[in-house]
């Protein structure tokens, strides 16, 4: 039986994180083998068409390299933008969001 976290295919997520819901997006290949898989980050903007252009960019290199891809998305810290912060509460918040991968994917080795 395949472990649900290793299931492939491309999977939408929400967490919660403080009073934030946050949002991102996982692609496990197929064949994906975690005895020798890593995990690589995609940081960027809020979800959408940029989600959609960066899994398509590196589907293959994914594939290709028995990559986990992960996808989170910047919160939502104005009313036009959404960005990663580099400092304060905001950057704590970000920080403890990215530590609920680490513990996920406790391990494999993360890029």
Not at 15 to 20: A, H, L, M, R, V
Request: one cysteine or more; a positive charge.
């Amino acid at each position: 039986m395949v472990d649900l976290m290793y299931k492939p295919g491309i999977k939408n997520y929400t967490t919660k994180i403080g009073s934030e819901i946050r949002t991102y997006t996982v692609e496990v290949p197929v064949g994906f083998n975690p005895e020798t898989g890593i995990v690589m980050f995609f940081f960027k903007g809020k979800g959408g068409a940029q989600t959609s252009a960066l899994v398509k960019r590196f589907s293959k290199y994914l594939q290709k390299h028995n990559c986990i891809g992960v996808y989170p998305d910047a919160a939502k810290r104005t009313k036009k933008a959404s960005e990663w912060a580099v400092e304060g509460d905001d950057f704590k918040k970000d920080q403890a969001f990215f530590a609920a991968f680490q513990h996920t994917y406790i391990n494999l080795p993360i890029f």
